[in-house]
Nanobody, 128 residues
């Protein structure tokens, strides 16, 4: 299977930055070049929502309107890591952040159902 582990969450003041990491491993996992990766988040009492994605090739990224211009996704296939760089953080960004992976042949993924593997999440708290 594919295992994903997020890290890098924490408490930060509004206007600050954090970089989340998503590490891939598992019996059938070889490299993120075989998987598209999405980042999602869930605030207390809210539905989980799409944050951004990166294609398996790494050539395409896209973001929700709420984070566009502030967040960016990158990856290192050699290190089996995908990053979510978050700048100009706002209290509304407070949430549990998840990375998720989908097979590279399953297309571009904007919704949860397109992702087969999920991490356990890392908490991001932005204070005002």
């Amino acid at each position: 299977q594919v295992q994903l582990v997020e890290s890098g969450g924490g408490l930060v003041q509004a206007g600050g930055s954090l970089r989340l990491s998503c590490a891939g491993s598992g019996r059938i996992f070889s490299s993120f070049s075989d998987y598209g990766v999405g980042w999602f988040r869930q605030a207390p009492g809210m539905e989980r929502e799409f944050v951004g994605l990166i294609s398996a090739s790494g050539t395409f990224t896209d973001y929700s309107d709420s984070v566009k211009g502030r967040f960016s996704i990158s990856k290192s296939d050699a290190e089996n890591l995908v990053y979510l760089q978050m700048n100009s953080l706002k209290p509304d960004d407070t949430a549990l952040y998840y990375c998720a992976a989908r097979d590279r042949y399953s297309g571009i993924g904007y919704i949860e159902e397109q992702y087969a593997w999920w991490g356990q999440g890392t908490q991001v708290t932005v204070s005002s």
